[in-house]
């Protein structure tokens, strides 16, 4: 994991300048509940970004806005927002000034597609703990879940007829869930009724490929997947973000699909594992369009966007 981390800040700090064009077809993973034909009764159509690591450097903001249209042009429902949406507060040199000035970009960027509601996940990067005490406003999570109008670190919500769960990766060993927080999984999955639909969102990876080679998983896959197992009568997908990699596994028929970052190599030209030109070593910066179907279908396509 020392690594892992250590190569991910190197990325971070040798950023590259400009933007280059990238066309690629889209990527689709389909996912069929067990014993269940494909529907063409879509339910639901969502946009997954994440890790779009916003700030002043790079053109950032305005490459998002260029994503953010192209997006739009999906008429998605609503936004799932996969956390590490600034570039990054939790280095011990950040300084307040600088972290507000990352939340205010994303703030004015925010307000050009606010017409859309928005669930959130707490990203590794996105908290400050180098405040200068546990009780100014901006140490930790609180002011991070206030800057996303976030109702908790972790809650859920259902929309037609389909279950929420977003979860608070951010925990003890680095991608976990709290004691508090398992209770309260083990409580909604029990009170979800058999044989619904539920989508998952995690900032770290419950369960991965790209995490085999380079880390980043959830350290605690074992419990989680165990006690989606528990729940074999629901139909249980989730996504994730953090690699800045696109993959999918299945496990016990559960579904796990890591979609790439908005911002590919942190909105940088890359490096010398890039296979391309802003690609996170094999994966372009992109976007999933999700789509959710009555009989608990969902198919996952991610969008290389050429920003």
């Given at each position: 994991m020392k690594n892992y981390n250590s190569k991910r800040r190197e990325a971070l700090k040798k950023l590259g300048m400009a933007a280059g064009a990238i066309s690629l077809s889209p990527i689709q993973s389909i996912a069929l509940p067990k014993k269940l034909k494909y529907t063409t009764n879509r339910l639901l159509r969502l946009a997954h970004i994440t890790d779009i690591h916003l700030s002043s450097a790079n053109d950032a903001p305005n490459r998002f806005r260029k994503c953010l249209s192209e997006i739009k042009d999906h008429d998605?429902?609503?936004?799932?927002?996969?956390?590490?949406?600034?570039?990054?507060?939790?280095?011990?040199?950040?300084?307040?000034?600088?972290?507000?000035?990352?939340?205010?970009?994303?703030?004015?960027?925010?307000?050009?597609?606010?017409?859309?509601?928005?669930?959130?996940?707490?990203?590794?990067?996105?908290?400050?703990?180098?405040?200068?005490?546990?009780?100014?406003?901006?140490?930790?999570?609180?002011?991070?879940?206030?800057?996303?109008?976030?109702?908790?670190?972790?809650?859920?919500?259902?929309?037609?007829?389909?279950?929420?769960?977003?979860?608070d990766s951010n925990n003890k060993n680095a991608g976990s869930l709290d004691e508090e927080?398992?209770?309260?999984?083990?409580?909604?999955?029990?009170?979800?009724?058999?044989?619904?639909?539920?989508?998952?969102?995690?900032?770290?990876?419950?369960l991965g490929v790209s995490t085999i080679p380079y880390g980043g998983s959830h350290t605690d896959s074992a419990y989680i997947t165990k006690l989606f197992y528990e729940h074999s009568d629901k139909k249980i997908h989730c996504i994730s973000?953090?690699?800045?990699?696109?993959?999918?596994?299945?496990?016990?028929?559960?579904?796990?699909?890591?979609?790439?970052?908005?911002?590919?190599f942190w909105w940088g030209e890359g490096n010398k594992d890039s296979a391309k030109k802003y690609w996170y070593h094999e994966t372009p910066p992109g976007y999933a369009i999700i789509d959710l179907f009555e009989d608990g279908s969902i198919t996952n396509t991610y969008y290389p966007h050429s920003f």
């Open positions: 998605v429902d609503f936004f799932l927002n996969g956390g590490d949406t600034i570039m990054a507060a939790d280095y011990s040199h950040i300084t307040r000034e600088s972290v507000i000035e990352q939340w205010n970009i994303w703030d004015q960027v925010r307000k050009e597609f606010d017409t859309y509601k928005m669930y959130s996940c707490l990203g590794n990067h996105d908290m400050w703990w180098a405040a200068p005490n546990k009780d100014d406003e901006m140490y930790g999570k609180d002011y991070v879940i206030k800057k996303l109008g976030m109702p908790n670190r972790y809650y859920s919500f259902s929309q037609k007829g389909w279950y929420f769960i977003i979860l927080q398992r209770t309260w999984l083990e409580n909604e999955l029990d009170r979800i009724p058999n044989n619904a639909s539920v989508l998952v969102m995690s900032h770290y990876p419950i973000g953090h690699m800045h990699l696109l993959d999918s596994a299945t496990y016990n028929n559960v579904n796990y699909f890591c979609n790439g970052s908005l911002s590919g």
